[in-house]
């Protein structure tokens, strides 16, 4: 495990306190946040990331801290997305607006009723001809 001249350890997880008791500010992000990243919401616990919104990797404060996936990491260190950003996301209550999300549902909807129809329609003249083929067969000695 690497160490720092001042001779705190570090891991993967995170930082041991001088009590050598691990500092697991994944676990404290994760049970604050839930694992979801807070910018896009994509949720695979194993590939998400915490970040440290102040860059101090020892202050983990839940304030401090903020679940997000690689890309969205990525883009917050090179500023891309900023800080106010996603302290934003992360507190503001997700509210779906399903007028929102449904507005091309009807559409949507009839476009696969219409494909289920002509799917239909092919199978019972796949059928048909299937059948006509094999009265002539039957038809030649
Ligand atoms: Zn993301």
């Known amino acids: 495990m690497p160490s720092t001249p001042g001779g705190r350890t570090y891991s993967f997880f995170g930082a041991k306190d001088q009590m050598g008791k691990r500092i697991n500010y994944r676990k404290i992000a994760f049970d604050t946040y839930g694992p979801v990243c807070a910018?896009?919401?994509f949720g695979i616990p194993a590939v998400l990331e915490v970040a440290h919104i102040d860059g101090n990797?020892?202050?983990?404060d839940p304030n401090n801290l903020v679940v997000l996936c690689p890309n969205c990491h990525k883009m917050h260190d090179l500023d891309l997305i900023s800080t106010n950003t996603i302290?934003?996301?992360?507190?503001?209550?997700k509210i779906?607006?399903?007028?929102k999300r449904m507005k091309d549902a009807g559409v949507k909807a009839a476009l696969k009723r219409k494909r289920r129809?002509?799917?239909?329609k092919a199978v019972v003249t796949r059928r048909r001809k299937q059948q006509s083929l094999n009265q002539e067969e039957?038809?030649?000695?």
């Open 138 to 141: 039957g038809d030649t000695p």
């Open 39 to 41: 910018h896009c919401g």
């Open 96 to 99: 779906v607006d399903w007028s």
């Open 57 to 60: 990797r020892e202050n983990n």
């Open 87 to 93: 302290i934003q996301m992360r507190d503001r209550p």
């Open 117 to 120: 129809a002509a799917a239909r």
